[in-house]
């Protein structure tokens, strides 16, 4: 069974509550009577996120929190919980941003924890991955996804596969308006799926979906979709145009 392809807008620190109604609302307007196969998500911050998922229920757009804790509850200020977001209506959930691990010192096993709560519950994650330009330009991109990747999971059982995303995405590419090439993501989302059917066996690497993320517009999108190991984008700055996001779902295969 193929697997269903993910259009996944991260916001980012943009928009008020207001604005992401607006969004919403456009975005949904551009898509009335557009039948497509793949998943919609936005990804907006916090304080929007009750307004996004009344603004995009009766849509076929899901909602996704940029973040997540590995506990439930207790005294961790400025956190938020797994059941703080299932409970007013999200979805999905970003861990391990490159944004989170360089800006904010995330760490390989801080995410493991996260990805390991998030599967306790409902939500759908996200998990990102992937090297900065110096360790690409000394050839370490292989053993720095790999080793993310392998961080991720551990612990992680074959039965939660096909609920996993994976997000690679190449931090020199980020905002910078350089993107890897579509030969290029694929190389590196089988190189990740081949590492995932390495702890978790073939058949749960063939479920896991894995996107790319890192300057994706619409004038590449369509192309990096079409790669066989490609099965999604994680979008940035476009998906805080209804316009530009809307024409990215379009070109989703």
Excluded at 50 to 78: C, H, L, M, P
Excluded at 81 to 92: C, F, K, R, W, Y
Excluded at 222 to 242: E, I, R, T, Y
Aim: proline fraction near 4%; include cysteine.
């Amino acid at each position: 069974m193929a697997r269903r392809t993910i259009v996944a807008g991260n916001w980012k620190l943009h928009g008020t509550a207001p604005e992401a109604r607006r969004l919403i609302m456009a975005l949904k307007h551009r898509l009335v009577g557009f039948s497509t196969r793949a998943e919609v998500v936005v990804c907006p911050p916090f304080p929007s996120l009750e307004t996004a998922v009344d603004a995009a229920r009766g849509s076929a757009v899901k909602i996704g929190a940029q973040n997540v804790f590995w506990e439930a509850d207790g005294a961790y200020t400025g956190e938020v919980s797994t059941e703080m977001l299932e409970a007013i209506g999200v979805d999905h959930v970003i861990i391990g941003h490159s944004e989170r691990r360089h800006v904010f010192g995330e760490t390989d096993a801080g995410v493991s924890k996260k990805l390991r709560r998030v599967l306790s519950g409902t939500l759908v994650p996200i998990v990102c991955v992937g090297e900065v330009l110096s360790e690409r330009e000394a050839g370490k991109t292989s053993d720095v996804v790999a080793r993310q990747v392998a961080a991720a999971l551990e612990g992680v059982g074959p039965e939660h596969a096909a609920r996993i995303v994976v997000a690679y995405e190449p931090v020199w590419a980020i905002g910078t308006g350089r993107t890897a090439t579509p030969e290029m993501a694929n190389e590196v989302h089988a190189l990740i799926r081949q590492r995932i059917a390495d702890m978790l066996g073939q058949t749960s690497a063939g479920t896991v979906r894995i996107l790319y993320g890192g300057s994706v517009k619409p004038e590449n999108a369509a192309d990096l979709m079409s790669q066989s190991d490609v099965d999604g984008v994680l979008v940035g700055g476009a998906s805080l145009d209804a316009g530009s996001f809307a024409e990215i779902v379009r070109s989703a295969p």
